[in-house]
């Protein structure tokens, strides 16, 4: 049976995807890690900054899964809707092409960027530019490190802000690189910005939508593999 390693940014769509996949979480590892028969999820940090230490704690995969949520360019996506790209394409113009998933057709382009794409100008831009149907911030890398390695790789994300959503730099800013909420900064940005708090709200409704596309599409995997 293929084992099939699923890559998260951040602890919320790991816990996410694991409760509605029913993946127990795997004690022995302090970030967030879950597994059940042949599917796995691992958070793998902001950027993929920490997917190296934590793929090599997993179980060997035979295919690797960048999921969660993105960000829509194109106008006609909606929240909820679900992004299984052919093509990746990274901030500095290079494409790689995903591998086929059972059950799951592929289509278009996502595009990874390095830092937020804050306002509905930039989004639009960016649609113009690339042609790219959304927008992450770690597809290209796990793809790159997966291609490196000879492993087989696949992107399967949720839209959880459409290209009218604003998506405020400080709301990332609340994830540290190993992909924790810290409520910490998430009081500090409430008392810098009131209004902060009702845009982590509509965009946490907005991720959890997503994770929900995302998880049927997991399970349709497991299912075929």
Sequence with gaps: MTHVLVLTAVDVEARGLARHLGLARVERTPWPHYRAGA??????????GRIEERVNACVPPDLLVSAGACGALAPSLVTGDLVVPETVVSADGGRH???????????????????VVESVAAKARLW???????????????????????IRVAVVRG?????????????????????????GRAIRAALARPSALADAMHLGRGTAAALKTVAAALARVARHG
Excluded at 97 to 113: H, K, Q, S, W
Excluded at 129 to 145: H, K, R
Excluded at 159 to 177: F, K, M, N, Q, Y
Aim: proline fraction near 4%; aromatic fraction near 2%; charged fraction near 20%.
């Design 39 to 48: 599917l796995e999820i691992a958070c793998v940090g902001v950027r993929a």
């Design 159 to 183: 839209v959880s802000d459409t290209a009218a959503d604003a998506v405020p730099a400080d709301l990332v800013a609340l994830v540290d690189v190993g992909g924790r909420v810290s409520a």
């Design 97 to 115: 092409t995903t591998d086929a998933l059972p059950g799951l057709p592929r289509a278009g382009a996502l595009l990874t960027v390095a830092d």
């Design 128 to 150: 113009m530019e690339t042609g790219a149907a959304a927008v992450d911030m770690e597809s290209a890398l796990i793809v790159a490190w997966a291609r490196s390695r000879g």
